[in-house]
């Protein structure tokens, strides 16, 4: 085989590889793609593995056996994520981003696709030994960030709505008291979304009290599925106890002063 | 330099740009990365790009100049996108998706991560000649499937909200009548979201009369933003005539069949 031959099975392994993280590929499957041996391909996945761990970029884990394979995983190492959470805390420490209230407008940063897909692949870091089945979030600012988790992970996203929603069949409900303002409210579960028994991590963009996350909690029992992690982009620093007991902020709001127009916010890890 | 030098830094090249598309890197970013000349990464950016095109993954575009660079671009191969819409097709038709009431059941393909990557792909090949700044969607269903187009741009996502909310600052609202159950809604963009003068790519899930498009065309105009291109992913036969004019569906719903249990869900392209 020319040198030629060999670099674009490379460039086209990795491409496929990386463009579905999580997706089991048997070898098989690029033997016939690229009419290669598997000893070969055996070859370019140590490659590409290689260069992978040795750049940052993920790793490629091989299965063995008759259903085996080789995917992506996209971990990430411990320096690009403290790095990367300190430059999003500073992006959000912005005097502009105070809105009436003392709300931070975070808004723009959750619907960039950039930064949530790193953002996916640092809860995807943090919380792939807990091996969920679903990750969970309620909709709707968290979406993204919850999909782009979803993704690192090759797992479905299940949303929790409020209120109930005709096209989506039979659901469970239940109400909640949010933690910070006290207001009743109901969130809902369609009945097919998810199966009882599946292992679930739920995905947030923000807790202050936690009764949100509370809330998902008993819905979660209501329909028999087990909650194995929860993890926040932002959660503030007080109340100091929150109405759920593990979580996992990336970054803390420790605070927002309207007055000397200062934001307060830290990277957790 | 030695072979594998060159192939170490192909698979590094790849995966970094595949990571990000849209994203113009400068070629002198890579040159320090790997510590490699101009010219040689210039190469390497044309082997890559050649074993995209062949095997149809996308691909990478060189802008000249000082402010230049090379970025992956995820265009998709019409015979891809055909057969990609044909098996989706008939992942929607299976009786067991038919809701009481004649809805069909999709939630579950669109929060599926490596469905909405394509559907995303998809809906930037064919809206990129529309050059938009901003891809737009009303909450929540299609939020996944626009954050993935969103993504595949390299653009951020505006979604617009049902009802207020305060943690988003000074809002415009408008009302508008839900084309096919005749309800009047409310929905609202919080003024800081997108600056007037924008141009905006609607993509949604679903569309039967079309009231919900006409409504983002309304508050569009309130806003002062252009709508250059609206995309969904299931549209209806019936009404054939929609509330607005141009859309592109990627797939048709002929008809929901309660009695007899069927489905008839077409590609549109």
Redesign the interface.
């Known amino acids: 085989m020319s ?2 031959r ?3 099975r ?3 392994l ?3 590889l ?3 993280p999580g ?1 089991l590929f048997s070898l098989n499957y690029f033997c016939e793609l690229f009419g290669a041996a598997k000893s070969t391909l055996s070859e370019d996945v140590l ?2 593995r ?3 761990l ?2 940052g ?2 790793n490629l884990e091989t299965v063995s056996g008759a259903a085996g394979g080789v995917r992506f995983r996209p971990f990430q190492p411990e320096q690009v994520i403290g790095d990367f959470l300190y430059e999003l805390a500073g992006k959000l420490a912005t005097p502009d981003r105070i ?3 003392g ?1 931070l ?1 975070m ?2 940063i959750l ?4 930064l ?2 790193r953002v996916g692949e640092i809860f995807f870091t943090k919380f792939a030994h807990l091996t969920p089945d679903y990750v969970m979030t309620v ?3 968290g ?2 960030l919850a ?2 988790t ?2 690192a992970f ?6 929790v ?1 409020q209120g109930n929603k ?4 039979p659901s469970v409900s239940i109400s909640y008291v949010t933690g910070s303002a006290k207001r009743i409210q109901s969130m809902s579960l ?1 009945r ?2 998810i199966p009882a028994g599946s292992r679930v991590l739920v995905i947030d963009d923000f807790m202050k009290a936690g009764g949100t996350a509370r809330g998902i909690l008993d819905l979660a029992q209501e329909v028999g599925v087990d909650i194995v992690g929860t993890g926040v982009l932002v959660g503030t620093a007080e109340p100091r106890v929150k109405l759920v007991r593990d979580y996992l902020p990336l970054l803390v709001l420790h605070e927002v002063d309207q007055e000397r127009k200062t934001i307060d916010i830290r990277p957790a890890l």
């Open positions: 040198k030629l060999r670099t674009e490379i460039i086209a990795t491409k496929v990386v463009d579905s997706h490659t590409i290689q260069v992978m040795e750049f970029l993920g809105i009436p209230g709300f407008y808004t723009d619907f960039t696709p950039e949530m897909v909709e709707t600012k979406i993204p999909f782009m979803a993704r090759d797992l479905p996203l299940v949303i709505r005709v096209t989506e069949g369609p097919r979304a």
